[in-house]
């Protein structure tokens, strides 16, 4: 994703603590509290400019979002789709997805999304694939147990990778599209980016899975 710079960034994700959760360690283990129901909670890990958990949270009233971006010159643009939409239902916090265990505690979360994972594909940069097994072991961590990964992406190699390690991992496929958009899956909502790969005709895959109790 190409950034801009935009220092003013961090000061409007502060005026609007509604959607931008500024201190997220503070809510470890009572995330009901900031949302005001105990709703099942589903983050997406690296959710870009937000229009995947805006969308969801529009369609999924009784289900809780957040969305979490490691750059505020992103996540500025999914602070400005909760300001237009209103939603009751999701929070975004500006941190880095390796921190995850400082914000949620085991049972905090029912799942995780993963939406067009930057793929890193030079080896020496496995560790950074958010489908590594390190944070499969973090997403465990802070699921439910038998919580699930719900994963999307354009990249045929880090689709690959991510069903390898997933499956090293010990972990339970439960469904999988090689061609998500020619599948008969229901109720799909594109992200920014699988608007702008499939557009290009590039095909979409996508799987579900779940950890073992
Ligand atoms: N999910 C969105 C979509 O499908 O349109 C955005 C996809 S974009 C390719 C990947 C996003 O993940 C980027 O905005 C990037 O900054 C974010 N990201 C990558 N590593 C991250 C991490 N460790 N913690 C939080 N966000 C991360």
Redesign the pocket.
């Known amino acids: 994703?190409r950034l801009r710079h935009k220092p003013w960034a961090g000061e409007k994700l502060g005026q609007y603590p509604q959607y931008a959760i500024a201190d997220p360690e503070t809510h470890k283990g009572n995330w009901a509290e900031v949302f005001g129901n105990p709703n099942p909670i589903h983050i997406?890990?690296?959710?870009?400019?937000g229009?995947?958990v805006t969308e969801m949270a529009r369609a999924n009233p009784d289900i809780n979002y957040i969305g979490?971006?490691?750059?505020d010159s992103?996540i500025i643009t999914a602070l400005d789709r909760l300001i237009e939409a209103e939603l009751p239902n999701v929070k975004l916090l500006n941190v880095?997805?390796?921190d995850l265990k400082e914000y949620f505690e085991k049972g905090d979360v029912d799942r995780v999304y993963l939406?067009?994972?930057?793929p890193w594909p030079k080896n020496r940069h496995e560790k950074r694939r958010?489908t590594y097994k390190d944070f499969l072991k973090l997403y465990e961590e802070i699921l439910v147990d038998e919580g699930e990964i719900h994963f999307k992406t354009d990249n045929q190699g880090l689709f690959e990778y991510s069903l390898q390690s997933f499956s090293h991992y010990g972990l339970l496929l439960t469904y999988l599209s090689l061609d998500l958009h020619k599948s008969e899956f229901e109720g799909n909502i594109m992200?920014?980016?699988?608007e702008k790969f499939s557009a290009k005709g590039q095909r979409i895959y996508r799987c579900e899975v779940k950890y073992r109790s």
């Open positions: 994703m997406e890990v690296g959710t870009g400019k229009q995947f979490i971006e490691l750059y992103v880095n997805a390796k939406n067009f994972s930057d958010l992200t920014e980016y699988e």
